[in-house]
């Protein structure tokens, strides 16, 4: 447990690292936001995707669901957001769940402005995941339980009115998960492909507004 507990904190602590805006500011031509710039430091951000697809052949039908993730987030200056985010994933064949998982943590992300409607985004998400899987030895469905640490980069679109369209590109993550009848199974991802690439959507919500405007 002690050897797990250092695992996760040593490669969150190089996520965040990999992942400064400070580091990468000049690299990329960007810029981040001064504290005394109008920017959206003190809202909260939402944002998430819902994915579903089928396949059917003539002789079976799998489907799977997914929300990749959903969150919650605040800025705590004018470029990084902290948060929780919760995802969810099922997969079905004949109509028969054999497979699903869920899984909630906290994130962190710094972003770069490129210009005025483009952004560069890292972030970065620790995660407890939880669920079932059916196991084929004994054509029962099994608990397993585990982590997941993921750090990817984003490009966000701002649409106007708190608005923005992300489009995720990239991804270096670590999965292990256990069940009671077998011991830890790890997964890597790492680098660009079809399964790393996804877009999602968010807005931001600045509660101060209203206040402001009763205080007038």
């Not at 400070?22 to 939402?46: I, N, T, W």
């Not at 560069?120 to 640490?149: C, E, K, P, T």
Request: aromatic share 12%; net charge positive; glycine share 12%.
């Amino acid at each position: 447990m002690k050897y797990l507990n250092k695992t996760v904190c040593s490669l969150a602590v190089a996520g965040m690292t990999m992942l400064s805006g400070k580091v990468s500011a000049q690299f990329l031509g960007g810029h981040r936001l001064k504290s005394d710039e109008a920017g959206p430091k003190g809202q909260f951000m939402v944002y998430g995707s819902l994915d579903y697809s089928k396949v059917t052949t003539p002789s079976t039908s799998s489907s799977t669901v997914s929300s990749a993730p959903l969150g919650v987030g605040y800025f705590i200056n004018n470029n990084d957001l902290v948060g929780v985010n919760y995802a969810y994933s099922q997969n079905s064949v004949d109509h028969n769940v054999v497979y699903k998982q869920n899984e909630a943590g906290i994130w962190y992300s710094p972003s770069l402005m490129l210009g005025k409607y483009f952004v560069l985004i890292g972030q970065v998400d620790a995660h407890y995941v939880w669920g079932q899987q059916l196991s084929g030895a004994a054509d029962s469905m099994q608990n397993f339980n585990g982590f997941r640490l993921r750090a990817y980069p984003l490009i966000g679109i701002l649409l106007g009115g708190g608005w923005a369209l992300k489009f995720k590109f990239a991804e270096l993550s670590m999965l292990q998960t256990k069940t009671k009848q077998e011991g830890w199974t790890k997964s890597y991802v790492a680098g660009l492909s079809g399964s790393t690439f996804g877009v999602g959507i968010s807005k931001n919500f600045d509660f101060r507004k209203k206040s402001a405007k009763d205080d007038n």
